[in-house]
């Protein structure tokens, strides 16, 4: 036993990590280790495993912030060990909060006096967000409903198939039942008149969006404002609208000031944004903004007597960091409306520098527009012989992360291929992207067809199954040529299938 | 203009930040400036406003860590701008996620095979911890409801009066009735029988904490297991528990390992626990762990096909930050049984000294018991010219945040100070905390009584300033009272 010890002593004070004993044994997956081990050996496998993990930077199918300055990460890092929701015991971070919805919701243009305080709250992200904006809505509607002596069983929420998981996360959790507005090939957002055609008696609200997960594209919130106006002068249901503006909230005030989607419009009750998107600030912070107080209901907030000011707080999370809050306070006294709007300028520039890269090698269909988020999403010109998933796969070894996507319904035969423009992505980058993608296409071409043997039916005719899976199959195969083809079919039917269900992001 | 523009350059390259012009105006509050400003000075001016908050670490009142090692710093910074939801982009982090969750299953001894996989996920904290468990049992309830044709509109769930606010957020957000068990004087948790008489047909589950958030206590799971196990008997209504072991989850397994609370109990169906308390994690952290597949209803699962392989979540936040799972992989096997042991030991030890030494005083009473989570919750022997927030209140000006409350009903005349002791409150500070309450008491005693509760009887002729003062503090602790009876408790 002494023997023992003593190999421990030294393993601990003497040798280095690499020549310990730790990194000769597996790290535990199943059950907590039963002893301790020294720290610079958990920090350095841990550390080491984790180089396996994509480059945050890289990874271009995110809207999420993946860079700040080093006097940002410092605060960071040093507020890292406050729980935010102690409000007594750190007045100044609650106050950072308030002034950022302030901000926010001024920069939204919300109807508010010169000194009136905001009605919003920070969150984790926008799903908190848009359940909370949901919520307010869904009681708001029981209440009316209730007054009126009428059912409020059946509550329902109106949007366009293009919307992020979180919706429907919202609509099974709270059951409200989500009625889709289909997209179709070529339109690629919720179509105003098809939305407020959709509106019933049972609506809480209809939600647009402000920046499509897909493609980018704002839809046309004014449209459906003057459209839902008139509607509610018929029907006398006062149907509100909430705006998604997860992506486009950052954007349009500084690239699109003269587009009148936030509160502007009369009907428009409640925004959500994504602080950890175009707001500049790492993962983990959202913002939900209320037009007035009357639409959040007082029954659904908790109020908390801070100091003899009466602090209401209403949030699903309780307990979190206080980091991403003075980040994004950070940000925006840090660049102001000027700093913003050049970065969003940069963005949409190198956005443009990627698209008209990706249109001079012929191959590609842009289908982003290019106003709207700054983003470039586009297909294969000709899919036969190679599709987009093959491209992201082949761009991976090159070290980007180029996601695919099928549409949803009914425009499921569509595939694209989606980079997103963050702050952080320079015209250096844009340009080698490009070069990449040509490489990427060149090789591609000299390969044969991956998933392409036709099983005939007789007379050549093949059948085209919901998930556009032809298999005809020549009769010259060999066994082993077969199976890798069925492989391969299968494989792609599963990623077919993941990505619909997928958190598109 | 030329000249202008020259002196925003001289501001930035020569001066400090001290110099310069941006600390002479105020920060804006209500709207974005128009125009940048370095990124020092922003820096600086953000960080010195902040000097103002409490010091964290002198948080007494909180259970949430506030100490992690250095190392872990350093992989949280690394790791600070991956999104935790890209699970095809970081397939390490989500498998980290897996492994923490095995792991705290296994903790629990969630009746699982060797190599099977566990039932549950990572969530920001145990609040959206309670509210994916809640859900998960409103959804199996209205199923069986459903199947048997019976109504399904009115859930309910069973609980203490001493629960957490979240609990209250999940009934009144996702409308379940909260049928609250009242506590009385001396007894401060959930009496096990009262629970189980409460229960009835619409009774989604009944909810015990491990952990009281007022005295740290462990409320009686197996006692409730087993009444409830007689009661299904007789109604064949088969409702289940659900242990909220927030502060108790990590507490238990290392210091009361033969306390039967967890899966062992047939009847708890999910557990959750905060990692960010005594999974020394810091906040933003929670776990909640089902016993089976069966106990989440599939229909609330989101199916991502992650290379070929299938990866359930459910949580009600999508997008959100890696570091705090990475930091909880990091602990549980860097301290591994033994580190943990170690440490929830120390935390007892320490509980101890502070315990007696403010027994020592014999000016409070003990309310908290010594089993149970590591704090002490202690009030006033005689409160009757100086009250618990008075002495909370002077303790501040020696740097400590140690908070008064007052206990839910029944008991709201009872109000007690708590100190939480947590890994980084060495034995050390706990003297010294003895030190400077016996100097506040000291100070208390030497001042008159400041609120004056009696104003019914007028015998006693009041001049118009002293009226004033009284009103005055009157109502200031009417206030205060009405803040901590609402306070997130937490």
């Known amino acids: 036993m002494v023997l023992s010890h003593a190999t421990s002593d030294s393993d601990g004070s003497v040798h280095s990590t690499f020549a310990s004993r730790y990194v000769r044994t597996s790290l535990p997956r199943f059950k907590m280790p039963e002893n301790s081990m020294p720290k610079e050996a958990a920090y350095q496998i841990i550390n080491d495993e984790l ?47 308030n002034r950022c919805v302030n901000m926010i919701a001024h920069l939204f243009n919300a109807p508010l006096g010169e000194t009136e305080t905001a009605i919003g709250v920070g969150t984790v992200g926008s799903s908190e967000a848009i359940m909370l904006a949901g919520l307010a809505f869904k009681r708001t509607w029981q209440n009316k409903r209730k007054a009126e002596g009428k059912p409020v069983d059946k509550p329902n929420i109106v949007t366009g198939a293009n919307v992020q ?22 339109y690629y957002v919720m179509d105003p008149q098809k939305a407020v055609d959709m509106v019933d008696e049972n609506t809480i609200c209809v939600a647009a969006i402000l920046g499509s997960t897909l493609n980018g594209e704002f839809e046309d919130v004014k449209l459906l404002n003057d459209l839902l ?21 950052f954007i349009a005030p500084f690239l699109y000031p003269e587009l009148e989607w936030d509160f502007r419009l009369p009907l428009v009750k409640s925004i959500n944004v994504s602080g950890h998107k175009y707001g500049l600030v790492y ?12 639409d959040l209901p007082e029954d659904l907030i908790f109020h908390i007597n801070y100091l003899g000011a009466d602090q209401p707080t209403f949030t699903l999370n309780f307990s979190k960091g206080s980091s991403q809050i003075i980040a994004q306070y950070y940000q925006l006294i ?14 949409r520039e190198n956005m443009i520098v990627l698209k008209q890269g990706l249109e001079k090698t012929e191959r590609f269909n842009i289908v982003s527009k290019d106003e709207g988020v700054p983003l470039v999403a586009f297909s294969l010109k000709d899919s036969s012989c190679h599709t987009e998933f093959e491209i992201s796969d082949m761009l991976r070894r090159y070290g980007w992360i180029v996601p695919a996507y099928t549409m949803p319904p009914d425009a499921q035969h569509i595939t694209v ?34 998933v392409i043997h036709k099983i005939s039916l007789g007379e050549e005719k093949s059948e085209a199954n919901s998930n556009n899976l032809m298999v005809t199959v020549k009769k010259s195969d060999i ?27």
């Open 283 to 294: 993962a983990g912070i959202g913002w939900v903004i209320w037009r007035n107080k009357e």
């Open 417 to 450: 291929l989606r980079v997103v423009i963050r702050e952080d992505f320079s015209r250096t980058l844009a340009e080698r992207l490009v070069s990449d993608i040509e490489k990427v296409m060149h090789e591609l071409d000299e390969l044969p067809s991956r």
């Open 51 to 97: 180089m396996l993990d994509g480059n945050p930077r890289l990874n271009l199918a995110s809207f999420v912030t993946t860079w700040m300055e080093p006097e940002c990460d410092k605060l960071i890092m040093s507020s890292i060990n406050k729980n935010y929701v102690d409000m007594d015991e750190y007045p100044v971070t609650t106050e950072l909060q």
């Open 165 to 186: 998981v979180c919706w429907e996360k919202f609509a099974r959790y709270f059951e409200v039942e989500l009625k889709e507005v289909k997209l179709s090939e070529g």
């Open 229 to 249: 106006v008139e509607k509610n002068k018929e029907t006398g249901w006062d149907t509100p609208i909430h705006v998604d503006a997860a992506s486009g909230g």
């Open 334 to 347: 840090r660049l102001g409306h000027e700093g913003y709007t050049n970065v969003m300028e940069n963005c």
């Open 479 to 505: 066994d082993i040529e077969k199976q890798r083809d069925i492989i391969k079919g299968w494989k792609k039917f599963v990623s077919d299938r993941k990505n619909k269900t997928n958190g598109i992001c």
